[in-house]
């Protein structure tokens, strides 16, 4: 998957969590900050990104570092991807 696809995913993602439409994130939108997620958004989020790019995530590795911004959150999703020819 290349990155831009990933951030449209992401940027999806949150606007189904949030309810809102959510569009023309940079790589330095800061996730609690700026969009002011918490907790319980992030998981919502990451099922819905499960759903819909077919990664697998396991609670027992996230780290919050991986949800400072949008950019640490591509790199975290592309990160979980199965690799290719499986």
């Given at each position: 998957m290349e990155r831009?696809?990933?951030v449209v995913a992401i940027e999806t993602a949150l606007s189904?969590?949030?309810e809102r439409p959510v569009s023309g994130l940079t790589e330095g939108t800061?996730?609690?900050?700026?969009?002011?997620?918490?907790?319980?958004?992030?998981?919502?989020m990451l099922m819905a990104l499960e759903d819909a790019i077919d990664i697998s995530v396991d609670p027992e590795?996230?780290?919050m570092e991986d949800f400072a911004s949008v950019g640490s959150l591509t790199d975290y999703v592309l990160s979980q991807q199965a690799?290719?020819?499986v």
């Open positions: 831009h696809t990933a189904e969590v949030l800061r996730l609690f900050d700026d969009l002011h997620l918490d907790s319980t958004s992030v998981l919502e590795n996230l780290d690799p290719s020819g």
